[in-house]
């Protein structure tokens, strides 16, 4: 413990430093892959949306006798085209299907009491229509677009345009990486999928601001110096910030999957995938985002600016003159001990030799005239009588 808290102390007074933001082409060629691989699912595969955003109907029939096959086949017996059959748990079975007649949807009541050995007013039916679920879709995305535009007022407010438009950036990453990712893995998108984006958009925006609100101390009045460019101050910023972005992300990402992978993979809770995957993914892509995709950017809008760019080149002046300094003062010493012991001479000759060059180098000292010794000669006092 006491090894981390010393390796954390080095990290946040900059005695241990990762150069995160100077690496920005390799964390922007990370993000451009997985991006490619996400907007590749959601193009080729598309998104298996639920009936709550396409309309259709959900029947969910308590397991006692009957399997998956048998309730496919009383779908399809009734008309039924776009038919999904899931398991929820061991003792339900949903079956989805597109929108359907009220003759339809009794007749397929009917059918599953009949061939599950259960009552009728036991199956538990759902019927959205495709109207209801365009207006659904719709107010999801208006409701992402709302928090975006809230995203920018506020962080320009607080902080300035350019760090709004760099944490913009980074919850559009995160959106479209947890998008792609359902589009390939092919979850079911349901509403719960919603409110686990708006929940990780959410920690990633936390997880920004903090790291901002450390770029904005750490580059207070940075014009006024000439130690230290923007981009070397937000890394400092960056590598202080670092162990609690982990940290943080490692306790929240924890339980979601626990629920992920225990909840749904071994005790398989169905209802559950749709958050847990969304909530995983998304945690996981904002904690990169904030780290190696908002400050590097953000790096890049500020060093374009005039100012910014007159800082770095007065940082580098100094130092280039600070290395001249030392590669001249290297020199002297070099030149000095080279002269003690060159010729061959012996070592009183070289200590005789380096002497004379010190007293050289020091200017001379002009000498005050001495006056003459002896006695003082004053003025004799002339008697009253002869004045």
């Known amino acids: ?74 779908a399809g017996s009734t008309g039924a085209t776009s038919v999904v059959v899931q398991e929820l748990g061991e003792s339900r079975i949903r079956l989805q299907t ?14 599953l009491a009949a061939e ?13 229509g495709p109207s209801w679920g365009g207006e659904i879709t719709k107010k999801a995305l208006l409701g992402l677009l709302v928090f ?40 079911e998108v349901t509403p719960a999928t919603v409110i686990g984006i708006l929940t990780i958009l959410g920690f990633s925006l936390y997880d920004t601001v903090v790291v901002f609100d450390k ?37 929240a990402l924890l339980p979601v999957a ?19 995957l969304a909530l995983f993914v998304g945690l996981l892509a904002g904690t990169y985002s904030s780290l190696f995709v908002a400050t590097p950017f953000l790096c890049q809008l500020k060093e374009a600016q005039p100012q910014m760019k007159s800082l770095a080149q007065r940082v580098l002046a100094r130092r280039a003159g600070a290395s001249a ?21 012996t070592d009183g000759e070289g200590a005789e030799a380096a002497a004379v060059t010190a007293a050289a180098a020091v200017p001379e000292r002009k000498e005050r005239p001495h006056r003459q010794a002896g006695p003082r000669n004053q003025p004799k006092n002339t008697p009253r009588s002869k004045r």
């Not at 479209?176 to 589009?183: H, K, L, N, P, R």
């Not at 626990?258 to 559950?272: C, D, K, P, R, S």
Request: proline share 1%; charged share 15%; hydrophobic share 50%.
């Open 1 to 74: 413990m006491s090894r981390v808290g010393n390796f954390t102390g080095k990290l946040y007074r900059g005695e241990v430093s990762y150069d995160i933001v100077g690496r920005k082409k390799l964390w922007y060629t990370i993000s451009a892959l997985i991006l490619l691989l996400a907007i590749g699912g959601i193009l080729f595969r598309g998104l298996n949306l639920g009936i709550e955003f396409r309309g259709g109907a959900e029947f969910v029939v308590p397991k006692s006798s009957c399997s998956v096959t048998q309730v496919r086949e009383v």
């Open 98 to 111: 597109e929108a359907l007649s009220p003759a339809q949807s009794a007749q397929m009541i009917e059918g």
């Open 116 to 128: 599950c050995k259960v009552p009728a007013n036991e199956i538990k039916i759902q019927l959205v």
């Open 148 to 187: 975006m535009i809230a995203v920018v007022i506020f962080l320009s407010i607080y902080f300035e345009w350019r760090m709004a438009m760099a944490a913009l950036v980074a919850l559009v990453h995160d959106v479209v990486i947890t998008v792609g990712i359902y589009a390939l893995v092919g979850f």
């Open 215 to 251: 770029v904005k101390e750490n580059t207070r009045g940075i014009l006024g110096q000439s130690r230290m460019t923007y981009s070397e101050a937000a890394n400092l910023a960056l590598n202080q910030t670092l162990i609690r972005s982990i940290n943080t992300s490692i306790v």
């Open 258 to 276: 626990a629920i992920l992978f225990v909840g749904v993979g071994l005790l398989g809770a169905g209802t559950l995938k749709d958050l847990a």
């Open 325 to 345: 300094n030392r590669k001249g003062a290297d020199g002297a010493g070099e030149v000095t001990a080279g002269t003690g012991g060159s010729g061959g001479g």
